[in-house]
C-alpha cells in the first residue's frame, strides 16, 4: 500500500485533467486513486476514454476506470479541471461533502470567502478558509487563477512587495493549448493573431491580481487599489503564454533594483521545499530577445515565470517582458504547488 494521499481528478479527459493525471503520476505525495469525467466516459478504462495529447501515455492511471460526474468519492483531496459550464455546482457539492477541492476553473475565483491562490504572493489568504468552512460544513475550494493572470502576478507581487504597483498596462500572446482540444480551427490560426478570447479572458486579467495582491480582512477580501488594463490575442504557439506588461510604481525605479527584486522573490512554497515549486519563483533573463515560448516556457519543469526586457518607460515606470508556460504552472501545476501548500499547512481533510 502506498503512503501517498488518494485524490481524485475531475474533469480527467479535459486538456487540463491530462496535466494534471501527467504531473501527478511520479508526485511524492499524491498518488491518483479516481478519475471522474462526463457521462460518455463512465465505466471505461480512462487510457479507453481519453484522446491523450501529451508526450507518453496516461502510465498507471491508464487502467483506472473513469467515474461519472456527481459520483461519491473516497478521495478527500480533488483537482478540479473541469470546464466551467458544469464546475461551479460540481465543485460546491464535493466541498459541502466534505472535500479539498482544489480547482483550475475560473467559477469560484472571486468569491467572498475562497482563496485565489498564487502561494509565494497571497498565502496569508488562506485564513479565509475557516470562513468558507463555516458556510460550507467542512469542505472547501481553493482556485488558482488564469493562465495568464499567474505569469503577470508573479512579476506584480515582487514589484509590489518592494516598491508598491499602482498602474498596470499589459497585452497578452496567448497559446494554442489555452483554449483545449480541439481548440481554434487551424485555418482561423495558421499564419494569422486573433485579438480576441472568448470567456471573458480580458475581465480576468483585469480584476483577478486585484484580488490575489488584495487582503483578507477576516470576513471578506478587500481588493488592491491597482488599475489594470488588459488587450488579448490568441498566437500560433503550441504552449506558453506572453505578455507585455507596463507598470505604474509607487515611486520612480531603477530598472537594475527591479531586476534584483524579481530575480530575489522568494515565498512559502520556496522556505518549505514544496515538491513542486521552482528553487526561483521568477527568472530574469539578460538577452534582448528573451523570453520566448519555445526556449523558456520548461524553465524550472514549467513552474517558474521567466521575465525579460525590464527598461525604463515613458509613461509608466517600468516595462517587461513574461511568459508562463500556461497548462503547467497557469493551470494543473498551480493547483498541484496550492495543494502541497494546504498539505504543508495540515489544511487537508483527513
Request: aromatic residues 4%; neutral net charge.
Amino acid at each position: 500500500m502506498s503512503d501517498r494521499i488518494p485524490v481524485a481528478v475531475l474533469g480527467a479527459t479535459g486538456a487540463v485533467g491530462q496535466r494534471f493525471v501527467q504531473l501527478l503520476a511520479a508526485h511524492p505525495w499524491f498518488e491518483v486513486a479516481e478519475l471522474v469525467a462526463s457521462e460518455r466516459s463512465a465505466g471505461r478504462a480512462y487510457r479507453d476514454a481519453v484522446a491523450w495529447r501529451l508526450p507518453g501515455d496516461p502510465g498507471a492511471a491508464g487502467a483506472l476506470p473513469v467515474a461519472a460526474l456527481g459520483t461519491p468519492l473516497r478521495s478527500r483531496l480533488l483537482f478540479s479541471g473541469l470546464d466551467s459550464a458544469v464546475a461551479g455546482a460540481a465543485e460546491a457539492a464535493y466541498a459541502a461533502a466534505g472535500c479539498a477541492v482544489v480547482s483550475n476553473a475560473r467559477n469560484h475565483r472571486m468569491a467572498d470567502d475562497v482563496p485565489l491562490l498564487v502561494p509565494e504572493v497571497n498565502a496569508a489568504h488562506l485564513a479565509a478558509l475557516d470562513a468558507q468552512r463555516r458556510r460550507t460544513g467542512g469542505g472547501y475550494v481553493v482556485t488558482n487563477p488564469n493562465c495568464s493572470v499567474v505569469g503577470l502576478v508573479l512579476p506584480l507581487g515582487a514589484l509590489d512587495a518592494a516598491f508598491g504597483v499602482r498602474e498596470v498596462t499589459v497585452v497578452t500572446l496567448q497559446a494554442l493549448s489555452g483554449a483545449g482540444y480541439p481548440g481554434v480551427a487551424s485555418l482561423d490560426v495558421a499564419d494569422n493573431v486573433i485579438p480576441f478570447i472568448g470567456g471573458g479572458e480580458e475581465e480576468k486579467i483585469e480584476s483577478e491580481p486585484r484580488k490575489i495582491l488584495g487582503t483578507w480582512s477576516g470576513e471578506s477580501f478587500a481588493l488592491a487599489e491597482l488599475s489594470i488594463s488588459a488587450s488579448v490575442h490568441r498566437v500560433n504557439v503550441v504552449d506558453g503564454h506572453t505578455l507585455a506588461a507596463f507598470v505604474r510604481l509607487g515611486r520612480e525605479v531603477d530598472p537594475e533594483a527591479a531586476r534584483e527584486a524579481l530575480r530575489s522573490f522568494r515565498g512559502e512554497p520556496q522556505e518549505l521545499g514544496l515538491p513542486s515549486a521552482p528553487e526561483q519563483p521568477i527568472h530574469v533573463l539578460e538577452a534582448a530577445d528573451r523570453p520566448q515560448p519555445r526556449l523558456d516556457r520548461d524553465r524550472e519543469r514549467g513552474m517558474s515565470v521567466s521575465v525579460g526586457r525590464v527598461r525604463r518607460d515613458a509613461r509608466y515606470h517600468l516595462r517587461f517582458e513574461a511568459l508562463v508556460h500556461n497548462t503547467i504552472r497557469g493551470a494543473a501545476g498551480a493547483a498541484i504547488l496550492n495543494a502541497e501548500l494546504l498539505r504543508a499547512r495540515r489544511l487537508l481533510p483527513d
